[in-house]
């Protein structure tokens, strides 16, 4: 919140911004950051999304998200709670030949995808794991296409919260647009937003500190 207050205050607004959730990360982090630094992915893409709607910049700038994107419906469900592009790593790294190992750090990757072991880079043949990692993206795209056309949509762009649903209890379903807050675009400018956790915190933030005001 205080960087978009500075976004506002200097009127220098970025291109894009990457949410990276905490489910990523490499084999080689150290454990209590892999178990206990940071937030998942689909909560900050949700806060980052409701404060730049409510900012009333949403429109200027773009929400990549990154954090255990494998599927198709790791995609799309992203896309419909407010990203506009997803980036993947953890698929690619499957297709490649990673068989998560987490010995990433020592050189000794058994499939030869993260070392500089010229004996251990010979199990990753290139021309034939190039055509799994290409053949994994297109038929993840294909699918993606499936799911959209099935829900009669005819572009990602027309995902929304409105098209995901979560069973709450044994008897009641939520869709995504009522179970999450998603603020008005200008709620935030407007002294007005209704949600507590959001107004009080906007109202905290500062765009010199990090530091919240008093
Ligand atoms: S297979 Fe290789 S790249 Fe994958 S986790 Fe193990 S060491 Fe890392």
Redesign the pocket.
Known sequence: MGIVKAMLDSGIVPDFIVVDGAEGG???APVEFSDHIGLPMREGLLFVHNVLVGAGLRDKVKIGVAGRIVSAFDIASALAIGADWTNAARGF?FA???????????N????????QDAVRQRALVVPDKAQRVHLFHANTLKALADMLAAAGLSHPSDLGPHHLVRRVSATEIRLFSDLHVFLEPGELMSGRCEHVFYRRNWEAARSDSFDRLP
């Open positions: 490499t084999g080689a790294m490649l030949g990673c068989v998560q190992s987490l010995s990433c750090n020592t000794r990757c058994p499939t030869g995808v993260a070392t």
